[in-house]
């Protein structure tokens, strides 16, 4: 599967943003969604993750409440949904996906990653 992110941006501090995973080639309802986010001189860190049927999702400490992650089968696209932004959510944010759900916070886990997009929150 390809990955395509999207939907980046600068906002300011309490503002909203919505990202965009577009998939192409196999079944996209085969595989579990996440998004992942790296800040200059950080490690790439897990910020949410959903199963392939949407049942399920998981969230960092740090975003849970704030952010929502979804998932539409038939469109082949995953969403992250971004609320009361804060500057420390400022960083490149990649989505990825995989067949399983085996250690979905671990970025080692996951086959096929999307090639970044830029939030910037400003305070």
């Known amino acids: 599967v390809q990955l395509q992110a999207s939907g980046g941006g600068s906002v300011q501090a309490g503002g909203s943003l919505r990202l965009s995973c577009a998939a192409s080639?196999?079944?996209?309802?085969?595989?579990?969604l996440g998004w992942f986010r790296q800040a200059p001189g950080q490690e790439r860190e897990f910020v949410a993750y959903i199963s392939s049927s949407g049942s399920s999702t998981a969230y960092a400490d740090s975003v849970k409440s704030r952010f929502t992650i979804s998932k539409d089968n038939a469109k082949y696209t995953g969403y992250l949904q971004m609320s009361s932004l804060k500057p420390e959510d400022t960083g490149v944010y990649y989505c990825a996906a995989q067949t399983s759900s085996v250690g979905f916070q671990h970025r080692n886990n996951w086959g096929y990653w999307g090639q970044g997009t830029q939030v910037t929150v400003s305070s």
């Open positions: 080639g196999h079944s996209f309802r085969s595989y579990s």
